[in-house]
């Protein structure tokens, strides 16, 4: 069993930052890759990144190359997710998630373990 608590989120300006961070409790995180999607009101859940369980490995979407940084610390167990350039269009529920792969991972159906969800919203 892994739980998974996302932290971090909030209102920012356009063109501004912010870094969500999860911290896991459980078993074998360096064993596991992990996961950030996000969801918008109306919208089904999407992906936006991932990273393989050792972190040499890490995917994003296309929206968010080049302004999103995932990494992860397999020794404080915790994983972040550092947003930069914010945007209206990034204004989404935020979940952190964990998969019994060892990959990377882009698939929802290949996560197993999600937290709550934390709220970014960028105004323009």
């Known amino acids: 069993q892994v739980q998974l608590v996302e932290s971090g989120g909030g209102l920012m300006q356009a063109g501004g930052s912010l870094r969500l961070s999860c911290a896991a409790s459980?078993?074998?995180?360096?064993?596991?890759?992990m996961g950030w999607f996000r969801q918008a009101p109306g919208k089904e859940r999407e992906f936006v990144a991932a990273?393989?369980?050792?972190?040499?490995?890490?995917y994003y979407t296309d929206s968010v190359k080049g302004r999103f940084t995932i990494s992860r610390d397999n020794a404080k167990n915790t994983m972040n997710l550092q947003m930069n350039s914010l945007k209206p269009e990034d204004t989404a529920v935020y979940y952190c998630?964990?998969?019994?792969?060892?990959?990377?991972?882009?698939?929802?159906?290949?996560?197993?373990?999600w937290g709550q969800g934390t709220q970014v919203t960028v105004s323009s």
């Open positions: 998630a964990a998969s019994p792969v060892m990959g990377v991972a882009t698939n929802t159906g290949q996560y197993v373990y």
């Open positions: 459980g078993r074998a995180f360096s064993t596991r890759a």
């Open positions: 990273i393989s369980a050792s972190g040499s490995s890490t």
